[in-house]
């Protein structure tokens, strides 16, 4: 809605400042057209004046000098005066129908107005009145008389007619504009819903009825395409998925058979032996497969989340004494440091215990000279985040390869392959983390030793007699 918003205001902006610029043009037009045309020549009052000084009385006759007759024939004008008895006592091609005598009122009447359709100019001559007649049709003669308070409002009305242009200019590009928005809001609204990948389906009519048509066709194509990856990415994990159940059948097998012979009392002390391998790598491979298949369900989350309310601090407890219990080499020392404990989050108790185990697994994996492994849980200082924290103080991580240490190792993301192992241990904790609205953060310790990994998760309020389940 602000995108909008702005282009009405700068479409308004922009109409308006066009109005002005139309205004002041067509005013500069009008005036250079006018006066342009009307001072290119010498004016009416101009010209009776020249020739009424160009007159001159020699004895009983007048002589015109030459420059007043050259100004009469340019202009085509004829010329007379008229003495103090109304009679004309001289003239310069006076036409036929013009008379030669005139009264007061004759002389007031074509003073101000035209004299038999000849518009004509007076001045004052010193033996009588100068009279200058142009062609007929030639000139419009006509007489304005403003009032003096009019003359003097003058520039206030101008600014109100100004005012008035305005306004109706912002007027009508207000009611363009709010049409032109209405045609492009849906544009507009098409094309965010493409940037959050939703269907779009615009009216093709109107102006913008091409441009809405290639919309409609590009969120088709997009729909397509995300159908496809969908459904290609069900496939991979279904795969993945069928591959995994075909392998731990005869896995079982191998490792059932593996344990047998292992404990026949019967065979080789190096037939043992040899059984004992069988079944730690048929073990390996077994957790290869379950983590493989977890993975890929949590890529394509289609990994079914069983959610309760937990508590982490739990979940941490839980997960030192299982490695104790398992007989955890005494060159690594675990400590818990649980704070916050009453705060609960919202989730998949399984997949959390498998997320914070693989974090301290990931520790005692690549330390095998041993470190010291700290739990903690901390919350946030908004309280709205609880933290799961696993720190050990070993050889850490390579600075270059932390960006992109949580891609799987088939990712066309990953430009480095696993060091160790199949690299999907961390992958798996950051799509857990994920898939309960959380993030995990990854870090090196001071001096660039030892790692520490942060499980972000959304605190969710909860009534505190409550009890896990």
Same mark, same amino acid.
């Given at each position: 809605?602000?995108?909008? *918003?702005?282009? !009405?205001?700068?479409?308004? &902006?922009?109409? %308006? +400042?066009?109005?002005?610029? =139309?205004? $002041?043009?067509?005013? @500069?037009?009008?005036?250079?057209?006018?006066?342009?045309?009307?001072?290119?020549?010498?004016?009416?009052?101009?010209?009776?004046?020249?020739?009424?000084?160009?007159?001159?009385?020699?004895?009983?006759?007048?002589?015109?000098?030459?420059?007043?007759?050259?100004?009469?024939?340019?202009?085509?004008?004829?010329?007379?005066?008229?003495?103090?008895?109304?009679?004309?006592?001289?003239?310069?091609?006076?036409?036929?129908?013009?008379?030669?005598?005139?009264?007061?009122?004759?002389?007031?009447?074509?003073?101000?107005?035209?004299?038999?359709?000849?518009?004509?100019?007076?001045?004052?001559?010193?033996?009588?009145?100068?009279?200058?007649?142009?062609?007929?049709?030639?000139?419009?003669?006509?007489?304005?008389?403003?009032?003096?308070?009019? *003359?003097?409002? !003058?520039?206030?009305?101008? &600014?109100?007619? %100004? +005012?008035?242009?305005?306004? =109706?200019? $912002?007027?009508?590009? @207000?009611?363009?504009?709010?049409?032109?928005?209405?045609?492009?809001?849906?544009?507009?609204?098409?094309?965010?819903?493409?940037?959050?990948?939703?269907?779009?389906?615009?009216?093709?009519?109107?102006?913008?009825?091409?441009?809405?048509?290639?919309?409609?066709?590009?969120?088709?194509?997009?729909?397509?395409?995300?159908?496809?990856?969908?459904?290609?990415?069900?496939?991979?994990?279904?795969?993945?998925?069928?591959?995994?159940?075909?392998?731990?059948?005869?896995?079982?097998?191998?490792?059932?058979?593996?344990?047998?012979?292992?404990?026949?009392?019967?065979?080789?002390?190096?037939?043992?032996?040899?059984?004992?391998?069988?079944?730690?790598?048929?073990?390996?491979?077994?957790?290869?497969?379950?983590?493989?298949?977890?993975?890929?369900?949590?890529?394509?989350?289609?990994?079914?989340?069983?959610?309760?309310?937990?508590?982490?601090?739990?979940?941490?407890?839980?997960? @030192?004494?299982?490695?104790?219990?398992?007989?955890?080499?005494?060159?690594?020392?675990?400590?818990?440091?649980?704070?916050?404990?009453?705060?609960?989050?919202?989730?998949?108790?399984?997949?959390?215990?498998?997320?914070?185990?693989?974090?301290?697994?990931?520790?005692?994996?690549?330390?095998?000279?041993?470190?010291?492994?700290?739990?903690?849980?901390?919350?946030?200082?908004?309280?709205?985040?609880?933290?799961?924290?696993?720190?050990?103080?070993?050889?850490?991580?390579?600075?270059?390869?932390?960006?992109?240490?949580?891609?799987?190792?088939?990712?066309?993301?990953?430009?480095?392959?696993?060091?160790?192992?199949?690299?999907?241990?961390?992958?798996?904790?950051?799509?857990?983390?994920?898939?309960?609205?959380?993030?995990?953060?990854?870090?090196?310790?001071?001096?660039?030793?030892?790692?520490?990994?942060?499980?972000?998760?959304?605190?969710?309020?909860?009534?505190?007699?409550?009890?896990?389940?």
């Amino acid at each position: 809605m602000e995108g909008i *918003i702005r282009i !009405l205001r700068r479409f308004v &902006a922009a109409t %308006l +400042l066009i109005s002005i610029f =139309l205004l $002041l043009f067509n005013f @500069v037009l009008l005036g250079t057209l006018v006066f342009t045309e009307n001072y290119q020549h010498s004016s009416p009052e101009d010209m009776v004046k020249q020739v009424t000084h160009g007159l001159e009385k020699q004895k009983d006759s007048f002589q015109l000098d030459g420059q007043a007759t050259e100004l009469l024939q340019q202009n085509h004008a004829w010329a007379m005066l008229l003495g103090e008895n109304g009679h004309v006592i001289w003239d310069y091609h006076l036409p036929h129908d013009v008379p030669d005598s005139y009264n007061l009122v004759d002389v007031a009447k074509f003073s101000r107005y035209y004299l038999k359709d000849y518009p004509v100019y007076t001045s004052e001559h010193q033996e009588g009145l100068m009279v200058v007649g142009y062609p007929k049709e030639s000139h419009w003669k006509y007489q304005l008389d403003f009032l003096a308070e009019w *003359i003097s409002s !003058l520039p206030l009305r101008i &600014a109100l007619l %100004l +005012l008035c242009n305005l306004a =109706l200019a $912002l007027l009508i590009s @207000v009611v363009i504009g709010t049409r032109l928005i209405r045609k492009i809001r849906p544009l507009v609204d098409g094309v965010h819903n493409l940037a959050r990948e939703q269907e779009v389906q615009l009216d093709t009519k109107g102006i913008f009825g091409d441009l809405a048509q290639s919309m409609n066709s590009a969120s088709a194509i997009l729909q397509n395409k995300t159908a496809a990856l969908q459904s290609r990415d069900e496939a991979r994990a279904n795969w993945i998925a069928g591959i995994s159940h075909d392998i731990r059948t005869p896995l079982s097998l191998i490792l059932g058979y593996a344990s047998e012979m292992e404990d026949q009392s019967d065979l080789s002390e190096e037939q043992r032996h040899q059984a004992g391998i069988i079944r730690r790598q048929g073990e390996k491979l077994r957790s290869l497969v379950s983590d493989l298949n977890l993975v890929s369900m949590l890529e394509y989350e289609m990994q079914p989340l069983h959610l309760k309310y937990i508590r982490l601090s739990v979940l941490g407890r839980q997960v @030192v004494t299982e490695f104790l219990n398992h007989g955890l080499d005494d060159r690594y020392d675990i400590e818990l440091k649980l704070a916050d404990e009453a705060v609960r989050i919202h989730g998949d108790e399984k997949l959390l215990l498998r997320a914070i185990s693989n974090l301290v697994q990931n520790s005692v994996r690549h330390n095998s000279q041993g470190c010291k492994i700290t739990i903690e849980t901390s919350l946030s200082q908004d309280r709205s985040q609880y933290r799961m924290i696993v720190r050990d103080d070993g050889r850490g991580i390579p600075q270059e390869q932390l960006a992109e240490i949580t891609e799987l190792y088939f990712s066309a993301r990953r430009k480095r392959p696993a060091q160790q192992g199949h690299g999907l241990g961390l992958p798996m904790v950051a799509r857990i983390a994920k898939a309960h609205h959380g993030h995990l953060i990854l870090a090196n310790g001071e001096d660039q030793r030892g790692l520490t990994a942060i499980m972000e998760f959304p605190v969710q309020s909860q009534n505190e007699k409550e009890e896990d389940g």
